[in-house]
């Protein structure tokens, strides 16, 4: 099956600093999505994004399925931004994989 | 209902017993699927259902697992004789032929 790949593990931020998170599959995928996973453990669906470029307020998320890479920008961050952000990828229905996830430390 | 439900919130069992888990995917979905998160780890895919296809159960850990789908409605996962390694959160999913997922809270089981 596809592996995902997930770079950094952990970062940590100051308040209002900005960050790149990055998502490498080892094959091609037509089904791509980030998801934020807050400190309850609930996770949040944040883009759908297969390929191209989407923008949700300081969040962006792009991705160029010909390189098999998708990175998600997170601008102006705050406190409420920690937690863990998955990425997962498939190229049939059945197959969406999960990367280990960049867990986020934003401090105050 | 407006999301994915599922129950319960918290199973605390013993070894040996047997457990399952119920899931309610959003109205008008069609596929389901089953995942199963450590503590700090990422997501491990269990099994999925697509309509009325056969379900992919290549992600199930062992036979003791086992889970059920009644056409595009409430899916139950199983685990027999429970393991210490079972603990876990398993967390449901449901999608709409199979592209942009929508997660439930998960259940947080615990095995004594």
């Known amino acids: 099956g596809i592996q995902v790949e997930q770079s950094p593990p952990d970062l940590i931020l100051q308040e209002g600093a900005n960050s790149t998170l990055r998502c490498n599959f080892s094959d091609s995928v037509n089904n791509l999505q980030w998801f934020h996973q807050n400190p309850w453990g609930q996770l949040i669906n944040l883009f759908y994004i297969p390929s191209g470029t989407k923008q949700n307020g300081r969040l962006s998320a792009t991705t160029v399925a010909t390189e098999r890479y998708s990175l998600l920008y997170i601008s102006s961050s705050q406190t409420t931004d920690s937690g863990v952000y998955f990425c997962a990828g498939g190229n049939n229905n059945n197959d969406m994989r999960f990367g280990a996830g960049t867990r986020l430390t934003v401090k105050p | 209902g407006a999301g994915v439900s599922q129950s319960p919130s918290n199973k605390v069992t013993e070894k040996g017993k047997d457990v399952e888990l119920r899931c309610d995917p959003i109205?008008?979905?069609?596929?389901l699927y089953w995942y199963r998160q450590r503590l700090g780890q990422g997501l491990e895919f269990l099994i999925y259902f697509q309509g009325n296809s056969a379900p992919d159960k290549s992600g199930l850990p062992s036979d003791r697992f086992s889970a059920e789908r009644t056409g595009e409605s409430v899916s139950t996962l199983t685990i027999q004789r429970t393991q210490q390694e079972d603990s876990a959160v398993y967390l449901c999913?449901?999608?709409?032929?199979?592209?942009?997922?929508?997660f439930g809270p998960g259940t947080r089981l615990t095995v004594l």
């Open positions: 109205s008008g979905h069609t596929a």
């Open positions: 999913a449901s999608s709409l032929r199979g592209y942009e997922q929508f």
